[in-house]
Antibody, heavy 121, light 115 residues
């Protein structure tokens, strides 16, 4: 069974940092582009970043460029999101998602249950 | 950036009736070289992650009931639920994956309820 399990969310102060993790199982992790997608409370979906199979390419939504870094460890079947300089507007449930489609141009066929990040003083 | 809009914001449909959701992109998501529309549809129920329903605008994901269908091309797309079931109550999102470099955007969502 394909499974994605996020962890690492929590309460952090504005300006603080947090690292999210996503553990993948049930598929060959190194074969897929992977993404982070977030959803603010009661709001819609926002794609955050994606990363190529070998970690050689990364793309970000403009609002997180320079603050967030996506990475992966294929030996550990894990995806990460390092979040720095956090702002109140980064408060959201963060989902790990598997990419399908045309190279880095992805739709998402498998999602984790999400981890909640709250940025507040 | 490609902006996605959806209509209506919400709709209530009787059980067994048809539900139609529209999605419009601010520019075409049809890639001329492969004739594919880079458009997907998702269903999200309360407290759950999104679930992929449709990709390439009209390809149904494995395991998705055939009452769900996608159509459209270029900038205008439709998700149709041919006979609404109680378990279809959810918010539905469209997503473009055409932008280059990759930057994917979702529509604001359409809430579907039972009338």
């Amino acid at each position: 069974e394909v499974q994605l399990v996020e962890s690492g969310g929590g309460l952090v102060q504005p300006g603080g940092s947090l690292t999210l993790s996503c553990a993948a199982s049930g598929f060959t992790f190194s074969d897929y582009w992977m993404s982070w997608v977030r959803q603010a409370p009661g709001k819609g979906l926002e794609w955050v970043a994606n990363i190529k199979q070998d970690g050689g390419k990364e793309y970000y939504v403009d609002s997180v460029k320079g603050r967030f870094t996506i990475s992966r460890d294929n030996a550990r079947n894990s995806l990460y999101l390092q979040m720095n300089s956090l702002r109140a507007e980064d408060t959201a449930v963060y989902y790990c998602a598997r990419g399908q489609g045309d190279s880095g141009w992805n739709y998402f066929d498998c999602w984790g249950q999400g981890t909640l990040v709250t940025v507040s003083s | 950036d490609i902006v996605m809009t959806q209509s209506p914001d919400s709709l209530a449909v009787s059980l067994g009736e048809r539900a139609t959701i529209n999605c419009k992109s601010s520019q075409s998501v049809l890639y001329s070289s492969n004739k594919k529309n880079y458009l997907a549809w998702y269903q999200q129920k309360p407290g759950q992650p999104p679930k992929l329903l449709i990709y390439w605008a009209s390809a149904r994901e494995s395991g998705v009931p055939d009452r769900f269908s996608g159509s459209g091309s270029g900038t205008d797309f439709t998700l149709t639920i041919s006979s609404l079931q109680a378990e279809d109550v959810a918010v539905y999102y469209c997503q473009q994956y055409y932008s280059s470099p990759p930057s994917f955007t979702f529509g604001p969502g359409t809430k579907v309820d039972i009338k």
